[in-house]
């Protein structure tokens, strides 16, 4: 059993900056893939960032290459994402989630354990 518990949500302006943190507890962290998604109202769940389980690569969607970064510390059992530039297209319920698999995924069925979500709203 894993639990996941993100933090760092909030209200930012367009152009400026947030981190999220997903601390996680239970399974060995290390040994797993991780990812975050993000869902607006009245939206499907989608695909933000992925890293594998070293931490040694990472994948991102089209929409946010450039501007959020993904990254772990295995020691502290804690991934996060780092987004800067932020639009109020950005605006919707973030979701960390741990894999299955040791590698990066970008498909929601290959995690199996995801956090309550942190929100983030980008105001105009």
């Known amino acids: 059993q894993v639990q996941l518990v993100e933090s760092g949500g909030g209200l930012v302006q367009a152009g400026g900056s947030l981190r999220l943190s997903c601390a996680a507890s239970?399974?060995?962290?290390?040994?797993?893939?991780m990812g975050w998604f993000r869902q607006a109202p009245g939206k499907e769940r989608e695909f933000v960032a992925a890293?594998?389980?070293?931490?040694?690569?990472?994948y991102y969607a089209d929409s946010v290459k450039g501007r959020f970064t993904i990254s772990r510390d295995n020691a502290k059992n804690t991934m996060y994402l780092q987004m800067n530039s932020l639009k109020p297209e950005d605006t919707a319920v973030y979701y960390c989630a741990a894999a299955l698999g040791p590698s990066y995924y970008t498909l929601p069925r290959m995690y199996n354990y995801w956090g309550q979500g942190t929100q983030v709203t980008v105001s105009s």
């Open positions: 239970g399974r060995t962290f290390s040994s797993n893939g």
């Open positions: 890293i594998s389980r070293s931490g040694g690569t990472t």
